[in-house]
């Protein structure tokens, strides 16, 4: 067993504070990596707050992270000591269902492993990217492309493949008119990613107080939600809808902004029900669905579209002790666009 310092929550209403965790040995087929960067995903605030259920304390968050290989298992072939790495929302699955073969891993039929929290396929308690290391199958790490900074890259493994993966299959390209509602985290990351993909991007954010990052990042068109004339002015008038919003929304009123056959894709997870009125979906055709994260391979893709395209995150870069404060400002709506954890602060 190896032993890493990590940020842990104890509690659900507790503060998250320094601990040590221990890693397994790496086997034939596993990699160590000695994190650097880890990012904040409005996620982990959810889970440390078993705002999605029951969670296992204590809980080191954070399916973030980016580092470098430190040792590598005789089987390994993907990866090698000193490689740029990363690790998003998984750490494992059953790798024979239909859904892994066609490398749909987050859909994989015997439940994947998350990369904390989750119980893993040996029976241990997975625990995330806020410590100093980690060990991954080799299947389940990817490569950080040269050009992308490990820092910005960080939130590209969770915001990022979040984003691209719903942009990506319902088609956000030239002549497409994509709507983001909520410029946080995945927001930003959404704007980016369907911006470079060549679609029309409105940003749907609560006030205009960011207006001039949304059109910095890529917005053509920036509208506050706070304005009820938003609504009537945007009316049918979007192909795609991507909400990233982390509380309850009116379904209905962002409902009335597709056009025909216009999809409303929610990527973000509030923990209560939302409720829409079905009248908001067959005038027009339109669908409302979900999506979550993507596979392993989709994931590496969307790491070398950013890597062409030059994006990477918009990042605030903070100390573990500041990790508590970030929360904070999280919920209140308080990030620019996304904290990242300088992972060399935890070093006991
Ligand atoms: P975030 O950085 O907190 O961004 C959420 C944004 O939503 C905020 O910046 C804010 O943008 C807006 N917002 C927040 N509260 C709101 C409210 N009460 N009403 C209207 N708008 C509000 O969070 P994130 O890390 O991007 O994550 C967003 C959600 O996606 C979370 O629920 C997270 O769990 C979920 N998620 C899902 C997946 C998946 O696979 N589906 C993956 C990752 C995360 P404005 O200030 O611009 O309004
Ligand atoms: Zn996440
Ligand atoms: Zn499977």
Redesign the pocket.
């Known amino acids: 067993m190896l032993t890493a310092n990590a940020f842990a929550a104890t509690s659900a209403t507790g503060p998250l504070g320094p601990i040590t965790i221990e890693r397994r040995d790496p086997g034939p087929h596993d990699v160590l990596i000695d994190i650097r960067y880890c990012g904040?995903?409005?996620?982990d605030?959810?889970t440390v707050r078993e705002e999605?259920g029951e969670s296992h304390y204590p809980l080191a968050p954070g399916h973030e992270i980016t580092g470098v290989v430190a040792q590598v298992g005789d089987a390994v072939t993907k990866h090698a000591v000193g490689d740029r790495v990363g690790v998003g929302?998984m750490v494992n699955s059953c790798r024979e269902c239909a859904n892994c073969l066609a490398g749909r891993e987050?859909h994989c039929l015997n439940g994947f492993v998350g990369t904390y929290g989750s119980v893993d396929r040996d029976g241990t308690i997975t625990q995330g990217g806020y410590s100093s290391q980690v060990v991954v199958n080799e299947n389940f790490v990817l490569r950080i492309p040269e050009g992308l900074g490990l820092d910005v890259a960080a939130p590209l493994l969770?915001?990022g493949?979040?984003t691209y993966?719903p942009l990506h299959h319902w088609g956000a390209g030239p002549g497409k008119r994509v709507a983001v509602?909520?410029?946080?985290?995945?927001?930003?990351m959404a704007v980016k990613i369907a911006h470079a993909m060549g679609a029309e991007v409105s940003?749907?954010?609560?006030?205009l107080?960011?207006m001039d990052d949304?059109l910095r990042l890529g917005a053509d068109a920036y509208y506050a939600?706070s304005d009820p004339d938003t609504f009537q002015k945007l009316a049918g008038s979007f192909d795609l809808i991507v909400n990233?919003?982390?509380?309850?929304?009116d379904l209905d009123a962002y409902l009335s902004l597709l056009a025909v056959d216009g999809t409303l894709v929610?990527?973000?997870?509030?923990g209560e029900p939302l409720a829409l009125n079905v009248f908001s979906l067959i005038p027009r055709r339109r669908s409302f669905a979900?999506?979550?994260?993507g596979g392993i391979a989709e994931t590496q893709q969307m790491l070398d579209f950013c890597a062409e395209h030059g994006l990477g995150a918009e990042i605030e870069t903070i100390p573990a002790e500041k990790i508590n404060e970030a929360y904070e400002r999280?919920?209140s709506?308080d990030?620019r666009?996304?904290f990242v954890i300088d992972i060399a602060t935890l070093a006991g």
Not at 244 to 249: E, G, Y
Not at 266 to 270: E, K, S
């Open positions: 904040i995903c409005h996620s605030i959810h999605w929302c987050q969770c915001a493949i979040t993966s509602v909520g410029l946080g985290g995945l927001g930003h940003v749907l954010s609560q006030s107080k960011k949304g939600t990233t919003v982390s509380a309850k929304v929610n990527v973000g997870a509030p979900g999506s979550m994260i999280v919920l709506s990030v666009y996304r």
